[in-house]
């Protein structure tokens, strides 16, 4: 087989490469959960205490969701919790939505109100510089959103998913992150914690990134989660109760849908990437070191990851996101860039950090992208499709879900 198919923004593009061997690497993938019921079960079941005996009837409450960059069915998890909320005796009008959005950019009201749907009005975006600090983690002082801070309850959705760093996200990180300040990002994301060997993808024991964003979740006061996880069919598992305890629950579930055992080594990867994390670099980039620095790169010493990404952001617009930008696009190679942010860099530039790791080795083609030339200018190379990308006879691997595909 040569032709195949990869997500584009909301829709497909269509590959051919007739000159070349291609492998598919397709995970179990699981089926699918309809979300609302699987809710309602969850909350009616949790992985310990439930809602109506954590919060009382007079609480405010804070519920921390996830922002445009995650897949979460946020809209219907609110709603399922709002429901559960009323039955312990606490009302919508006790109840404020914080996006969690770490440092990206604020969701406009029209995304609001598509993620939300009639509860958009309670939500507010968080902003990293209106933060009080709660506790502290290996010295790192751990700042929360003011408004969740002065809630009597937190609690959060989540997307528990292969992740860089944590191994899976979700749980106590959509708090401490999502709704906390520029401190804890810094600590979290240096290079001496992403240097680490325990900080790897798909790992959760011995992970120190891990085990440092469980700790300030309890500081953020978040006994409560209700996560989803997901792959290419769609939500495969809903778990609610405490974070830890939710987030090891889903990534089991994970592992077993979406791990594929890889055997060889190939000239290039080929990895979908797709709506919403196409739509900027930063986001995108994350396949790309998803492949290189899992716990099975699969390329040769000169093989090349290849991404179509409509990129229709460019490198992205939050505060994060242009750090990502100023570092790649200022260095002179990935050699030198990743020697000059060892010494350290500000929060949210983690990402430029772990794309130069991965760029020391191998090169980086995008494609297909409404922004080549920030692509180029990011130490990567830009092509106008994925066969331009391609060297012919290329032993090529297809990793159609990059974001959701565990290379063993």
Known sequence: MSAFELPFGDGIVSVDLPDCSVTVAEPAGGEAVEVRPAAEAALADPLGPDLKTLVDPDDTVAIVVTDITRATPDGVLVDAMLSELERTGVYREQVTVVVGLGLHRPMTDDELEAMLGEHADLAVNHDPDDTVEVGSVAGTPVELNRTVARADRVLATGMVEPHQYAGFSGGGKTVAIGAGGESLIRYTHGPDMLSDDGVRLGSIDGNPFRDAIDAAGEACGVEFCLNVTHG?????????????????????????????????????????????????????????????????????????????????????????????????????????????????????????????????????????????????????????????????????????????????
């Not at 090169?363 to 990011?378: A, K, L, Q």
Request: proline share 5%; charged share 25%; with cysteine.
């Open 232 to 408: 290419p069919p769609g939500i495969l598992d809903v778990a609610a109760g405490a974070p830890k305890r939710v987030v090891r629950s889903l990534a089991d579930s994970a592992k077993a849908a979406l791990s594929v055992s890889v055997d060889g080594e190939y000239d290039a990867v080929v990895g979908g990437v797709g709506a919403p994390k196409d739509a900027n670099l930063y986001q995108t980039t994350r396949a790309a070191t998803y492949i290189l620095l899992g716990a099975n790169n699969p390329l040769r010493d000169d093989g090349r990851v290849v991404l179509p990404a409509r990129l229709q952001e460019g490198a992205g617009e939050g505060r994060g996101e242009q750090r990502f930008y100023e570092w790649l696009s200022g260095a002179e190679s990935a050699e030198q860039l990743y020697e000059t942010m060892r010494s350290g860099y500000e929060a949210g530039a983690q990402r430029a950090f772990v794309v130069a790791r991965a760029l020391r080795d191998h090169d980086v083609y995008i494609t297909n992208s409404e922004s080549p030339d920030i692509v180029e200018e990011c130490l990567m190379s830009a092509s106008d499709s994925v066969d331009d990308a391609i060297e012919p006879g290329s032993d090529v691997l297809v990793v159609p879900d990059a974001l959701n595909t565990l290379l063993v």
